[in-house]
């Protein structure tokens, strides 16, 4: 079956995924693998950006970062994983964008402000992390990925890759890459324990490792409606995080949570118990295959050792285009 284009994706690996990850990103790019031409990234130079004052765990979280999404129902077979870093020419490219981008287009990028503010303590007010979305710009156009499967909050780089794209096209006179388009799932952004986004670095997240125990604890420490005090109190579903939890991950559970809820038939806890056991249950697979992944060390490595070699050959021929037209010697193979 002819491809319908090419997808590039990556991830940071700062951590253990989560079900942000899984409905807001892995789930489309499991089921593009069979209708795109699917490249997926570690990209560790981004993490470097806000973990660079004590990056030791940064190997541990590539490897663990592979084997969820190997969990996940990415295959090697069908799609090219590799680590970013093991590609130099992202960061050459990064640098011929980096020539043409105004600075205040970078300024610009909300993510920049609100992450500098979310995470002080990691000091990101650096000239690596303004530049953050111009690397992601480099990753997607060296493999001229015309779709981006993405959560919400990606949704302004990709506006500022195309705008690099077309001042690249204008300033030198040329048509190299596609203009990406970004792919939501049907839920593009999913909250975490606390309402702000489900993140990594916010410590709100519910991983897809996690153990039984410490997913339940973490269930029944959610907020439901503040405004219901007693169970004979009518529910507010509409604005209760546990709610919208049902909404993503048990739909057919939806119509009956709610009207228990507002008929005061069904007490917080118990839909926070109902709540831990369907994500449990979710987890449980994934949990067992990761499991069974790192158990067999060799697989991973193998499958990032080819990755890198399909990617390098990629890569070069970008390069020597954008080389080719920026009148710098060409390279040879
Ligand atoms: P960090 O806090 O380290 O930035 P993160 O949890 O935001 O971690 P990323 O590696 O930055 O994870 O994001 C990887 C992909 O997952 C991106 O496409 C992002 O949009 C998506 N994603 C991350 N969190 C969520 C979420 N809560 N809901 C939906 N999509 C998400
Ligand atoms: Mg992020």
């Known amino acids: 079956m002819a491809k319908k284009g090419r997808i590039f994706s990556g991830m940071r690996p700062t951590g253990p995924l989560h079900l942000g990850h899984l409905v807001g990103a892995l789930e489309n790019w499991v089921k593009f693998q069979d209708e795109y031409d699917c490249i997926y990234c570690v990209v560790d130079w981004h993490a470097l950006m806000s973990e660079y004052k004590d990056p030791t765990e940064l190997k541990t979280n590539i490897r663990s970062m592979v ?9 090697p077979d069908k799609s090219l994983i590799f680590v970013q870093s093991d590609v130099p020419e992202h960061l050459e490219l990064c640098m011929a964008f980096s020539i043409v981008t105004p600075i205040p287009w970078v300024e610009r990028v909300p993510t920049f402000k609100e992450q500098v503010e979310a995470l002080q303590e990691k000091e990101v007010y650096t000239y690596a992390f303004l530049g953050y979305p111009v690397l992601q710009a480099a990753d997607i156009c060296l493999y001229k990925a015309d779709t981006v499967p993405v959560g919400d909050d990606q949704l302004p780089h990709l506006e500022l890759t195309r705008e690099i794209v077309r001042r690249f096209h204008n300033l030198y006179g040329v048509q190299v890459f596609p203009e990406p388009e970004a792919r939501l799932t049907r839920t593009p952004r ?18 897809l490792s996690e153990e039984a125990v410490s997913l339940n604890k973490k269930v029944l420490g959610m907020v439901t409606d503040e405004t219901r005090i007693r169970k004979s109190d009518p529910g507010h579903p509409d604005t209760c995080n546990v709610c919208s939890y049902y909404r993503v991950f048990a739909q057919d559970r939806v119509e009956t949570v709610e009207k228990e809820c507002t008929g005061a038939l069904r ?5 926070k118990r ?55 010697p060409l390279r040879k193979a």
């Open 67 to 75: 084997a969820d999404w190997l969990a996940c129902g990415l295959s």
């Open 267 to 271: 007490g917080c806890v118990d839909c």
């Open 190 to 207: 999913l909250l975490g324990l606390d309402r702000r986004k489900m993140s990594k670095s916010y410590g709100n997240f519910i991983a």
């Open 274 to 328: 109902e709540l831990a056991e369907i994500l449990e249950n979710t987890v449980k697979p994934i949990r067992a295959r990761r499991e069974e992944i790192l158990g067999n060390s060799d697989t991973i490595d193998a499958i990032l050792a080819d990755g890198k070699a399909r990617a390098a050959s990629i890569a070069r021929d970008t390069m020597n285009e954008v080389r080719d037209t920026l009148h710098l």
